[in-house]
């Protein structure tokens, strides 16, 4: 089934402990992209990649890092969380965003006190 | 700048009956109009597409309309079931090719109560 898979679906933990959240796909896809959503906000992109090893900062990318050393993998790393980043995050992937929209993940709610 | 408008924010109907959503949208250039389906706490799917030339579209009980000229779209719900209960997003491409290239409103949260 084509799909992208995101773990963990929760997290909680503590302000300042180093945590990754992982994002895969399986449908070949050259874009990726992470969201964070929040009541009245919408959807906000945190970073985006066109393809493997080339990655650019979207609308809120103060405290996240990303990488793409695969195609399929795009991991979220926030090295020193803080509680303003408590949010639900969704990963995504496309063959084309503009195009042909992206294919969401389930998402992953986290929780920093 | 860039902008996806959509109104309601929230809207409760009872079970049966119709709705209209509204997205107005300041997108330039525009390439194509979608509108997401997210259940609470799930990741949004795409319900419909359309580009600069197609009027209406549907997909089941859903049909999405656009008017490129004012620059407004809209979906109706026909016949709401509570699993019609959901946040409902508009989101225009520009249709550059790069990951920014699509504009996400804030969404319509709908509740449809028995």
């Known amino acids: 089934e084509a799909q992208v898979t995101q773990n963990p679906r929760y997290l909680i933990t503590v302000t300042g402990k180093k945590l990754t959240v992982t994002c895969s796909q399986n449908?070949?896809?050259?874009?990726m992209s992470w969201y964070r959503q929040d009541p009245g906000l919408g959807l906000r992109q945190i970073y985006y990649?066109?393809?493997?090893?080339?990655?650019d900062k979207g609308d809120v990318p103060e405290g996240y890092k990303v990488s793409r050393k695969e195609k399929r993998n795009f991991p979220l790393i926030l090295e020193s969380p803080s509680p303003n980043q408590t949010s639900l995050y969704f990963c995504?992937?496309?063959?084309?965003?503009?195009?042909?929209?992206?294919?969401f993940g389930s998402g992953t709610r986290l929780t920093v006190v | 700048k860039n902008q996806v408008e959509q109104s309601p924010q929230s809207l409760i109907i009872l079970e049966g009956k119709n709705c209209t959503l509204q997205?107005?949208?300041?997108?330039?250039?525009?390439?194509?109009l979608r509108w997401y389906k997210q259940d609470t706490g799930r990741g949004p799917v795409s319900l419909t597409i359309?580009?600069?030339?197609?009027n209406t579209k549907s997909n089941g009980r859903y049909t999405a309309t656009l008017d490129a000229d004012t620059k407004q779209s809209s979906l109706h719900i026909t016949a709401s079931q509570l699993s019609d209960s959901a946040s409902y997003i508009c989101?225009?491409?520009?249709?550059?090719?790069?990951?920014?290239?699509?504009?996400f409103g804030k969404g319509t949260t709908l509740s449809v109560s028995s």
């Open positions: 989101v225009v491409s520009d249709g550059n090719q790069a990951g920014t290239a699509l504009i």
């Open positions: 995504a992937s496309s063959l084309s965003p503009g195009t042909y929209g992206y294919t």
């Open positions: 359309m580009t600069f030339s197609e």
């Open positions: 990649s066109m393809n493997v090893e080339v990655t």
């Open positions: 449908m070949n896809h050259e874009y």
């Open positions: 997205c107005n949208y300041t997108v330039s250039p525009f390439s194509n």
